[in-house]
Nanobody
């Protein structure tokens, strides 16, 4: 059973923006978990899933990979049980499948199925 559902991916030109959303499935208390955004490029064999950003429950602490600092912004609305990833100034190298997970380390049992982000002209 999928606990998390990502949405908001798509095709965008370089320099464009997308906002990804991570919602808890019915009955899943997303507001009780730190949430991380990860990305993976399936076409690159052996490349590990990269942690992009993370936010803890009360929003007091966030993390960004060096490659996305000042470009991506993570936020959450616990009342709506949603975590957002605002991605600005997108580059072709940001092309990947983006996943959200129920922790910041990537060890959670709770993952979504991913949303494709493609940055191309």
């Amino acid at each position: 059973q999928v606990a998390l559902v990502e949405s908001g991916g798509g095709l965008v030109q370089p320099g464009g923006s997308l906002r990804l959303s991570c919602n808890g499935a019915p009955g899943f208390t997303l507001d009780h978990y730190a949430v991380g955004w990860f990305r993976q490029v399936p076409e690159v064999p052996g490349k590990a899933r990269e942690r992009v950003s993370c936010i803890i429950i009360d929003e007091s602490t966030t993390f960004y990979a060096d490659s996305v600092k000042s470009l991506f912004t993570i936020s959450r609305d616990n009342a709506q049980k949603t975590v957002y990833l605002q991605m600005d100034y997108l580059k072709p190298e940001d092309t990947a499948i983006y996943f959200c997970a129920g922790d910041c380390e990537g060890y959670s049992h709770y993952w979504g199925q991913g949303t494709q982000v493609t940055v191309s002209s």
